[in-house]
């Protein structure tokens, strides 16, 4: 059972190495994908992804593909946005960006700033304590506030009693 998909008009893709590359003419996003079961075919303006067996789990990582694939040519015509926000109950903490990192200052009391690596291709906007994080790859910008959220990670204390934190509030990008 092969998974095609036809990319868009003025959109090409490539796959040498193991790793797919998909072009929109300006810019290009690169995914790899190397399983030794699957055999993947650019013919054109179509990507094909075939499983070399006929069992549910490498036919389950054909599809995975394909939808990686879906994600990039998305990511190419929009964006992918993460809004986030900040939120103290006692200690105001303090949200920047300083040159590839997002810093967080003061959390909760703290004397040292907890600082979160921003992937490559990823913009980060800090507005007060709202941050936007944007870009063309869906897995990159979805890391980067994952990281975000889990770097102000609270220790041993109640969830319920201390909810200061920094916290992904709406998702859009693509066709969502």
Known sequence: ????????????A??????????????????????ALIEVE???REVSFTPLREKKDVKSVSGSYRAHLENLVQGLQQDYVYKMKGVYAHFPMTIKQENNQVVIENFMGEQHPRKIDIMEGVD?????????????NKEKVSQTAARIEQMCHKGNRDPRTFQDGVYITETNGGDQ
């Open 1 to 12: 059972m092969t998974e095609t998909v036809e990319l868009p008009e003025g959109f090409e």
């Open 14 to 35: 490539s796959f040498e190495d193991g790793v797919l590359t998909v072009s929109d003419g300006s810019n290009e996003l690169e995914k790899k994908m190397d399983h």
């Open 42 to 44: 650019v013919d054109g």
């Open 124 to 136: 980060v906007q800090v507005d007060g304590d709202g941050l936007e994080i944007s870009g063309p």
